[in-house]
C-alpha cells in the first residue's frame, strides 16, 4: 500500500480534529505531535496518546524543527483544523517545514490568498490539499454522473436548483470567532463553503451572484451557474427550522433539490475523512485549482450588499422578512 507516514495536527481541540485523528489512524499512519491553545484534549487518548501536545505554537514550531534534526525524520503531513482565519499561516507554516498540507474548508478567506500560496508551493515543492469530501459522496458521485450524461444529450440545460441548510447553534457561537467575520468569513463560509464546491463541481462556474438577506445568523441568495440556477439559504438559527423537523426532535435540517428531486445524501458522511485521506495518500487530493470556485463565491457573497426580497429567491427567506 504506502509506507507510513508522520503528521502533525494544528487544532487538536477542535469539533473537526476528531475526524482527521480517526483518517490518519485509519489508514494506518502516525500522529507525532498535536497543537491547541486549549488544553482539554482528552481524545488523544482513543487515538495517539503518545503525540507530543503543545497549547503554544512557538513550542510546537520548535518541536517540529528540532524532531527533524534530531530523528533526521521529517512531517510529511500537517493538518489544519484550526479557526479559518488562521489556516493561511498554518498552510504557509507546513510548506516551509517540508510538509504537504491537509486543511479544512474554508482552505483561505479570499482569493487572493489562493494566489499567494500557488507561489510558496512552487517555492517548496510541497502540496497543498483541501478536505472536499462532499466531492467523495456516493449520492453525489452518482448525481454528478447523471448530470454529465444529461449535458451531453443537452448542453445547453439549465437545472433549477434549491439548497437549504439549517444547522442550529446556541449563543456560545456568536461569542466564538466562528461568530466574527472577520476570523470566520460569516455564516456562507462557514457552513456553505463545501456545498458551494459541491455544486460547481457538477453544475459548473458561477456566472452571477446576488445576496438576498445577510444577517448575523443567516445568509441567503441566488447564483446562476453555467448548467444551473441556485436559490439557497443558510442558517443557524433554530427558529427557522420547519415545525415538522423539531417534533422530530432535530436541531438541523439539510435538502437539495434539482429540478423539484430531493438529493438524498443525508447517510454516508462518517467516513469520507478517511476517504479523503486515502485519496491524498494517493496523491490523488484537491488543491489550490479545485479550492478556488468556492473561496471565490464566499468571499464575493461577503462583500455584496443584500437586495431584500426581489429576483430568484429562496421560500424560506420569507421566514425573515414575514417573522
Known amino acids: 500500500m504506502y509506507n507510513m507516514k508522520n503528521f502533525a495536527l494544528i487544532g487538536a481541540a477542535g469539533y473537526i480534529a476528531p475526524r482527521h485523528m480517526k483518517a490518519i489512524k485509519d489508514t494506518g499512519n502516525n500522529l507525532i505531535a498535536a497543537m491547541d491553545p486549549y488544553d482539554g484534549i482528552g481524545v488523544m487518548d482513543s487515538n495517539f496518546p503518545n503525540a507530543s501536545f503543545f497549547t503554544e505554537f512557538e513550542r510546537f514550531d520548535r518541536f517540529v524543527d528540532k524532531w527533524r534534526r534530531d530523528s533526521g525524520n ?51 515543492g510541497q502540496k497543498i490539499n483541501n478536505i472536499l469530501q462532499l466531492r467523495l459522496h456516493p449520492s453525489l458521485i452518482a448525481l454528478k454522473e447523471k448530470v454529465s450524461k444529461e449535458l451531453e444529450k443537452n448542453p445547453d440545460k439549465i437545472y433549477d436548483i434549491d439548497l437549504t441548510y439549517l444547522t442550529s447553534r446556541g449563543k456560545w457561537y456568536f461569542v466564538s470567532w ?33 445576496v438576498h438577506i445577510k444577517t448575523a445568523d443567516t445568509n441567503a441568495g441566488s447564483f446562476k ?92 427567506c420569507k421566514k425573515i422578512i414575514n417573522g
Open 74 to 124: 521529517r512531517i510529511d503531513y500537517m493538518s489544519i483544523c484550526s479557526p479559518n482565519y488562521l489556516h493561511d499561516s498554518h498552510i504557509r507554516f507546513a510548506l516551509k517545514n517540508g510538509a504537504d498540507a491537509i486543511c479544512e474548508k474554508p482552505l483561505v478567506l479570499n482569493p487572493w490568498n489562493v494566489d499567494q500560496l500557488q507561489l510558496i508551493e512552487k517555492e517548496t
Open 225 to 316: 451557474l453555467k448548467n444551473a440556477e441556485v436559490r439557497w439559504f443558510l442558517s443557524v438559527n433554530y427558529d427557522h427550522i420547519p415545525n415538522e423537523v423539531k417534533e422530530r426532535g432535530l436541531t438541523t435540517f439539510r435538502s437539495i433539490t434539482v429540478d423539484r428531486e430531493e438529493i438524498e445524501f443525508s447517510g454516508g458522511f462518517n467516513e469520507l475523512h478517511t476517504r479523503s485521506y486515502e485519496e491524498i495518500l494517493k496523491g490523488n487530493g484537491f488543491g489550490l485549482e479545485e479550492a478556488y470556485g468556492s473561496i471565490n463565491m464566499v468571499s464575493t457573497i461577503r462583500n455584496l450588499e443584500p437586495i431584500g426580497l426581489k429576483g430568484e429567491y429562496h421560500p424560506f
Open 178 to 210: 466562528k461568530g466574527n467575520e472577520a476570523k470566520s468569513g460569516g455564516i456562507a463560509s462557514n457552513i456553505g463553503v463545501h456545498f458551494y464546491d459541491m455544486l460547481c463541481w457538477i453544475f459548473g462556474d458561477v456566472i452571477e451572484n446576488t
